[in-house]
C-alpha cells in the first residue's frame, strides 16, 4: 500500500516537472484573434459551428504530439530542423510569412488590449502605449520565466467565459443536435469563417513555440506519456473556452440579431443580454489574453526567426551580441503597437488579411513538419507511425481544399 | 591565364557539368573535402577537394575531382570535366561532404568560442587545387543564397551602404554535423578539443541531441570530465544517460566526487546505483557519502578532494609531497592539519609554506583555531563565515570536530548563481 503511494507521488512529480509546454501554448492559443473569431463565428451562426472545434481538437492534438516528440529527440527547434533540410529558398518563404501573419497577430493582441480597456473607459492612446512597454520591460529587463507563471495563473481567468456563458441561459439540446449533425453551407462567408476558426485555433506560429519550449525544458522520451498528458490538457483547455465563447454569443446575440466585428463588441453587447457583469468579466479576460499573447508572440518570433538564419539570439545576451534578435523583437511590438493608434486604421481587414496568410502558410509548415518526422535520419526509430500520418495528411488536405475553395468560390459565383 | 578563381558553394551546386566535347555530363549535387587537416604546411588554413557528387540522370555517384576544372569567365562559372573517375567508397567516407554537413549546418566558430549557422561556403582554385578556406555567416551570404544580393547590393551603394561580409577562416571552423559517423571521431572533433571547457560546455548546450552525444564521446577522459563539471544539469543527465555505463563511470571517476553527488542526484535511482557499481570502490564511497545529505546542508556542497597534513612533518617534506601528487587548484586553497584521529587542529594556505622556513614545523606555522563549519550547518552559513574570513575555501567537519572535507568559494559562487537562474531562467525566451 505503501508503496503504491509513493509511486503515484512520484509519478505526479514528475507530472509536474513536465507540465507547462502544452498548457501554455494552449493557453496562449486562446489570444484576442481567437476570442474574436469565436465571437463573430458564434453571434452569426449561433451554434451552427460549434462542430468544427471537434476537427480542430484532433488536429491539434495530433500537431502538437509530433511538435513534442521532434523536440524531444533531436533536442532542435522546429526552425532550425527547417533551415537544415528544407534549404535557404523555402525557410527564407516561411519565415517572411511568418514575420508579417506574426506582426498581423500581434496587431490583433494590441486590439484586444484597447478594445477591453475602452469598455473600463480607459482610452487606447493610454492603455496600448502603456501594455507595449510594460510588455518590453518585462521581457527585456525582467524576470519572464516568473512573468509566465503568472499569466498562466491569470489565463485561469479565460474560464470565466464559462460564467459569461451560463448567464446567457443556452440553449443546451440545440447545442447538442448542432454538434451531432453539422450543417455546412456552401458560401464564401461561412467558408471563411470555418477556415478563420480553424486558422485561429491552429495558428503555424504555435508549432515553433511548442517544439521549442519542449527542447528549453530537456524533456526526455521516457516521460513521453507525460507530455502528452499535458498536451491533450492544453488541447481541452483551447477548445473548452472556444465552445463557450461561441455558446456565450450564439445562445444571447445570434437570436437578436446583433451583428459584431470585434471581441469588443461582444463584451458589449453581451450587457443587456447576460447582464453587466458577465460583459466585465468578457472584456477581462479579453484584457488577460492579449497581454499574455502580445507578450510571447514578438519574442516567439524573433527567436525563430534568429534561429533560422543563424543570428545570435536569446534574453541572457546582451543588445551588441544579438542585435537583429532585438531588433525584430522591438521592432514587432513598436510596429503593432503603432498600428492601432493610426485614427482609422483598417483593423478588420488587417485581421483578416492575417488570418488568410496564417491559413496559407499552415498547410506548408504542415507538410514540412510531416516531411521531417517521417525521415529516419533525424527522428530514428521515433518517425510517425500510419494512424498519425493519415490524420497529418489528411488535415493537410483538408486545409489546402478549404483555403483553395476560398480563392476559388467568388470567381464561380460570380 | 588568371592564376586563382574564388567562388561559393552556392554558386556551383545545381550546375551542370561539361565534359571535353562541350556536352553536358551531369548535374553537381555535393562536393567532397578531406576531413582532417593534411599535415602540409602549404595547405595550411584551407581544405583540399578531392570528390564531386554527380547527378548523371537518375543516379547520384561521387567521383575523383582531378578530373575537373573550374573557371570563370565574366562572373560566370564553368565546370568542365575530361574524364569520369568514380571514387572508392572508403576514399569518400574518409571526407567530409559540404552540403551534407556545413551549408545551413551549425559550426563551431574556433576563434568566438560560439555555434554559428553557415550561409555559404568559399572556395579557391589555385595551381596546387581547389580549396575550401572560409564559410560564410554574414547576412550578403543569406542574401545570396535567395538570390537578392546583387540586387540588394546595388541599391544600397546609392545610400552609401555596405553589407558586411562575415567570414569564419578554415582553421577556425569545427564541423559538427556529420552525417557519416564512421570516420575516427576524435580526429574529426581535435579542432575542438583546444578550446576551454566551460567553452565546450557552452557549444554542447545549444547543439542539438544527437551531436552533443557525439561530440563529447569524442573528447579525452580528462576533458570529458572537465567538461562535464561545466554542464548546465539537464544536459548533464542528458549526457550521462546517453554514454554507456563503462564509458560514464570512467569519466565520473575523473571528477570531485562532490560534482558526482551533484551529479547523481538528478538521475534515476537505479541508474545511479548502476554507475556508483561501475566506479572504482574508492571514489564510489566518498560519494555514497555526500549523496546521504540533503541539498540544503553544507555537507551537499562540500569536496572531499583536500590535503591534511599532521602537526609533525616540516614545510620542506609538505612541498616534496605537493610536487609529487600534484594537487588540482583549489585543493591549494586552504590545507588543512589533523591529530591522528582526523580532528581539525590548524589551517595553513600555500603563502604560509613559502614565506616558511623550510626547515619548521607545520604544528608552528599553522593558523590554530581554525574557522570550520559543521556538515550538518545551513547552506547560507557558507557565504557568511567565506566573506567574514576572507576564506578560498573553509574545512568542514563533523560534530566531533572529525575533518570531512572543505568548502570551496567557487562552489559556493556557482551555487549563488543557480539559486539566481532559477529564479530568472530565461535561457531562450
Keep these: 500500500m505503501l508503496k503504491k503511494r509513493i509511486t503515484f507521488f512520484k509519478r505526479a512529480a514528475i507530472f509536474l516537472a513536465i507540465l507547462g509546454p502544452g498548457i501554455i501554448t494552449g493557453s496562449v492559443d486562446n489570444d484576442a484573434g481567437g476570442i474574436t473569431t469565436y465571437s463573430v463565428a458564434g453571434a452569426l451562426y449561433g451554434y451552427g459551428l460549434i462542430w468544427t472545434l471537434i476537427p480542430s481538437f484532433i488536429v491539434l492534438l495530433v500537431i502538437q504530439e509530433m511538435n513534442a516528440r521532434m523536440g524531444i529527440v533531436t533536442g532542435k527547434g522546429l526552425s532550425d530542423l527547417i533551415r537544415e533540410n528544407a534549404g535557404m529558398k523555402i525557410t527564407t518563404l516561411i519565415f517572411l510569412g511568418l514575420l508579417v501573419s506574426n506582426i498581423g497577430n500581434t496587431t490583433t493582441e494590441f486590439a484586444g488590449v484597447a478594445g477591453s480597456m475602452e469598455m473600463f473607459r480607459i482610452s487606447r492612446y493610454i492603455s496600448v502605449p502603456l501594455v507595449a512597454v510594460m510588455v518590453w520591460l518585462l521581457v527585456v529587463k525582467g524576470t519572464y520565466k516568473v512573468a509566465e507563471r503568472i499569466f498562466l495563473l491569470f489565463s485561469a481567468s479565460l474560464l470565466t467565459y464559462i460564467v459569461s456563458a451560463l448567464m446567457g441561459k443556452p440553449d443546451w439540446s440545440a447545442i447538442g443536435s448542432a454538434i451531432v449533425r453539422p450543417q455546412v453551407q456552401m458560401n464564401t462567408q461561412s467558408l471563411t469563417m470555418v477556415i478563420a476558426l480553424i486558422g485561429t485555433t491552429i495558428a503555424p506560429w504555435m508549432q515553433f513555440y511548442m517544439q521549442s519550449s519542449v527542447v528549453e525544458k530537456g524533456l526526455k522520451m521516457k516521460n513521453f506519456k507525460y507530455t502528452v498528458i499535458d498536451i491533450t490538457v492544453g488541447c481541452i483547455a483551447t477548445v473548452v473556452v472556444a465552445f463557450f465563447i461561441m455558446v456565450a454569443c450564439g445562445s444571447t446575440l ?3 440579431g446583433i451583428v459584431i466585428e470585434e471581441a469588443k463588441d461582444a463584451a458589449m453587447a453581451l450587457e443587456p443580454l447576460a447582464g453587466k457583469f458577465a460583459s466585465q468579466l468578457f472584456a477581462f479576460g479579453l484584457f488577460i489574453a492579449s497581454v499574455f499573447s502580445a507578450t510571447i508572440l514578438p519574442l516567439a518570433t524573433a527567436f525563430y526567426i534568429s534561429e533560422a538564419f543563424g543570428f545570435e539570439a536569446g534574453i541572457d545576451k546582451k543588445w ?29 481587414k488587417i485581421s483578416i488579411w492575417t488570418q488568410t496568410l496564417n491559413g496559407i502558410l499552415l498547410p506548408v509548415v504542415l507538410v514540412s513538419m510531416i516531411l521531417l518526422i517521417n525521415n529516419r535520419k533525424i527522428m530514428g526509430a521515433y518517425v510517425n507511425n500510419i494512424t ?8 493537410v488536405v483538408v486545409l489546402v481544399c478549404l483555403s483553395l475553395a476560398l480563392l476559388l468560390l467568388p470567381l464561380v459565383s460570380n | 591565364m588568371t592564376s586563382f578563381t574564388t567562388f561559393y558553394l552556392s554558386g556551383i551546386i545545381g550546375k551542370e557539368v561539361f565534359g571535353a566535347d562541350g556536352d553536358a555530363i551531369g548535374i553537381i549535387r555535393d562536393i567532397l573535402i578531406n576531413a582532417s587537416p593534411s599535415g602540409d604546411d602549404n595547405d595550411h588554413g584551407r581544405q583540399l577537394l578531392t570528390g564531386v557528387k554527380l547527378k548523371i540522370k537518375k543516379e547520384t555517384r561521387t567521383y575523383s575531382f582531378h578530373t575537373f576544372r573550374i573557371t570563370k569567365a565574366r562572373e560566370a562559372l564553368n565546370v568542365t570535366s575530361s574524364t569520369l573517375v568514380e571514387l572508392k567508397k572508403e576514399e569518400a567516407e574518409n571526407g567530409m561532404f559540404l552540403v551534407e554537413s556545413i551549408l545551413d549546418k551549425q559550426i563551431v566558430d574556433l576563434n568566438g568560442r560560439k555555434l554559428v549557422r553557415v550561409n555559404d561556403v568559399r572556395l579557391v582554385t589555385i595551381e596546387t587545387g581547389t580549396f575550401a578556406i572560409a564559410v560564410d555567416i554574414g547576412i550578403e551570404g543569406l542574401l545570396r543564397r535567395i538570390g537578392l544580393s546583387t540586387p540588394i547590393k546595388r541599391v544600397l551603394s546609392l545610400f552609401k551602404i555596405n553589407i558586411p561580409a562575415e567570414f569564419i577562416i578554415w582553421d577556425d571552423v569545427q564541423a559538427i554535423d556529420y552525417s557519416n559517423f564512421n570516420i575516427r571521431l576524435s ?24 551531436s552533443s552525444t557525439s561530440v563529447f564521446s569524442a573528447l579525452d577522459e580528462e576533458k570529458a570530465a572537465d567538461v562535464l563539471e561545466e554542464l548546465e544539469p539537464h544536459a548533464q543527465v542528458h549526457i550521462i544517460e546517453s554514454l554507456s555505463v563503462e564509458k560514464a563511470a570512467d569519466v565520473l571517476e575523473k571528477m570531485p566526487a562532490d560534482e558526482v553527488a551533484d551529479i547523481l542526484d538528478e538521475l534515476e535511482d537505479e541508474k545511479a546505483e548502476l554507475l556508483l557499481k561501475e566506479m572504482d570502490t574508492e571514489s564510489s564511497q566518498e560519494v555514497r ?3 546521504e545529505y540533503p541539498d540544503n546542508l553544507v555537507g551537499s556542497l562540500m569536496s572531499t578532494d583536500y590535503l591534511s597534513f599532521s602537526p609533525g612533518i616540516t614545510v620542506e617534506e609538505v612541498i616534496g609531497e605537493l610536487r609529487f601528487r600534484k594537487p588540482e587548484p583549489p585543493e591549494l586553497y586552504n590545507m ?30 599553522m593558523k590554530k583555531e581554525p574557522v570550520f563549519l559543521y556538515d550538518d550547518q545551513k547552506l547560507q552559513d557558507i557565504a557568511e563565515v567565506v566573506s567574514k574570513y576572507n576564506l578560498l575555501a573553509a574545512p568542514v567537519v563533523d560534530r566531533n570536530e572529525k575533518l570531512l572535507g572543505m568548502v570551496v568559494v567557487d562552489d559556493v559562487v556557482e551555487d549563488l548563481i543557480t539559486e539566481r537562474k532559477t529564479r530568472k531562467r530565461n535561457k531562450i525566451y
Aim: hydrophobic share 45%.
Design chain 1, 254 to 256: 445570434h437570436p437578436n
Design chain 1, 320 to 348: 551588441d551580441e544579438a542585435k537583429e534578435f532585438y531588433v525584430l523583437y522591438t521592432g514587432i511590438l513598436i510596429l503593432s503597437a503603432l498600428i492601432i493608434l493610426i485614427p482609422g486604421a483598417p483593423l478588420i
Design chain 1, 388 to 395: 498519425q500520418n493519415i490524420i497529418g495528411w489528411t488535415a
Design chain 2, 187 to 210: 580526429k574529426s572533433y581535435a579542432k575542438l578539443q583546444t578550446l576551454h571547457p566551460s567553452d565546450i560546455a557552452d557549444i554542447l548546450e545549444d547543439l542539438g541531441k544527437k
Design chain 2, 289 to 291: 557519502e555526500l549523496l
Design chain 2, 336 to 365: 588543512f592539519v589533523t591529530e591522528k584521529n582526523d580532528e581539525l587542529i590548524g589551517t595553513f594556505n600555500l603563502r604560509d609554506l613559502v614565506v616558511a622556513d623550510p626547515k619548521s614545523f607545520v604544528g608552528d606555522i
